[in-house]
């Protein structure tokens, strides 16, 4: 019986390895088929002439070089970090409210909001983004808004190409992407902890301040790196909405694999912002291990 019972065990184990290697199959060709496939492409344009063939002949550091000495890419850079990190920051304080409604107070009404929050969804980026500009237009939206209540007696707020109307419209359109993983970290809260602290005496942001935003956090910080990552790289919503001074690197690498017709060198770009995003994600995960979960 031992023995029987060893060997139904071991096929057990076998039907399991096998049943898991089979879920992960499809995931696992997606990855290096989809994303580590197209990275080694990506890098290895990077270090091509833009000369000969579509691939280009010969390797060479100059577009990294180039890079490097024209303050022009930097200055693009660091414009699309301020952006992007404006963009997280309104995005994640205006989330943040809504997911803590959801977790604690929404009750029944949990599902109607949770569909009102993937509505937007529903619609076309493009569209959204073509509301954002009706709104902010010097004659749209807003202006006509404060015209009609007499706030003004014409058209003050210019908002439409400046880095400001990039921020607006992209902090509404990644809002979801903020809400919901900070309301499933907020979820796993136990709201034992927070009757404990109650009735130990404390008040309730006393109870926020201790309890709820540090277990937040690692919610938060995903939310974070979720926004963070992809505006860094956006390049229609500043053609859209922004300016000359809206310009971010995604702009410059469009135009490089576009109407400059140059891949290596857009290549390069691309490699350097995914490097800057690398360093990004690594504070974020030493600034998760400072302050996450405290329980």
Request: proline share 6%; aromatic share 10%.
């Amino acid at each position: 019986m031992t023995r029987d019972a060893t060997t139904a065990g071991a096929l057990s184990a076998k039907r399991d390895t096998v049943f898991t290697a089979a879920m992960l199959l499809p995931g696992a060709l997606a990855t290096v088929v989809l994303i580590l496939f197209a990275l080694s492409l990506v890098l290895f344009l990077s270090l091509r002439n833009n000369a000969g063939p579509l691939l280009g002949e010969g390797f060479t550091i100059e577009n990294f070089v180039s890079i490097a000495i024209d303050p022009l890419y930097w200055t693009v850079i660091i414009r699309s970090l301020s952006i992007a990190g404006l963009v997280t920051a309104a995005t994640v304080v205006t989330a943040y409210p809504v997911a803590y409604y959801l977790a604690f107070h929404a009750g029944s009404r949990r599902g109607l909001i949770l569909f009102l929050v993937t509505l937007p969804f529903w619609t076309s980026y493009l569209l959204r983004v073509f509301a954002w500009k009706i709104v902010l237009a010097y004659n749209g939206v807003l202006n006509s808004a404060l015209i009609v209540t007499g706030l003004q007696n014409e058209p003050a707020i210019a908002l439409l190409n400046t880095p400001a109307a990039v921020v607006i419209t992209l902090a509404h359109a990644y809002a979801p992407f903020a809400i919901l993983p900070i309301y499933v970290s907020l979820q796993t809260i136990p709201t034992s902890l927070l009757e404990a602290a109650s009735d130990l005496g404390a008040r309730p942001f006393t109870s926020f301040r201790r309890i709820v935003l540090p277990n937040s956090m690692p919610g938060v910080l995903a939310a974070a790196l979720v926004v963070f990552v992809p505006t860094v790289g956006d390049y229609v919503t500043p053609a859209l909405v922004g300016g000359p001074s809206s310009t971010m690197i995604g702009s410059l690498i469009q135009s490089q694999f576009g109407k400059a017709n140059d891949w290596p060198f857009g290549s390069a770009l691309a490699v350097v912002v995914m490097l800057v995003i690398l360093a990004v994600i690594l504070l974020a995960r030493h600034a998760d291990r400072a302050f996450g979960s405290r329980t």
